[in-house]
């Protein structure tokens, strides 16, 4: 499974970006996708998740409201919709997948996008 994402840039506060994370190879064993985010000089945190199947989401606290994760089976992507943005959403944002392809639990990321929010 390779993950390739797009969509970043930089946004005035208050501004939205959508972040797109395409999934190609063999993406029939993925249970679940993610955005994860890293800020310079802060650990990597995950902002938020879906799983395939179901569409069971789950957020980062500070981003409840404001961001949207969403999927689309037919074109194995993922997006993230990113409203109200603030200075403090600057980050390398990236793509997670937990692939089941190999029969145990693997991490596959994207190389990441850059988003950058002015105040």
């Known amino acids: 499974v390779q993950l390739v994402e797009s969509g970043g840039g930089l946004v005035q506060a208050g501004g939205s970006l959508r972040l797109s994370c395409a999934a190609s190879g063999s993406t029939d064993k993925i249970q679940s996708m993610a955005w994860f985010r890293q800020a310079p000089g802060k650990d990597r945190e995950l902002v938020a998740s879906i799983t395939t199947v179901i569409g069971i989401t789950n957020y980062l606290d500070s981003v409840k409201g404001r961001f949207t994760i969403s999927r689309d089976h037919f074109k194995n992507t993922v997006y993230l919709q990113m409203n109200s943005l603030k200075p403090e959403d600057t980050a390398v944002y990236y793509c997670?997948?937990?692939?089941?392809?190999?029969?145990?639990?693997?991490?596959?990321w994207g190389p990441g996008t850059q988003v950058t929010v002015s105040s």
């Open positions: 997670h997948a937990n692939d089941l392809g190999l029969g145990y639990p693997v991490n596959v």
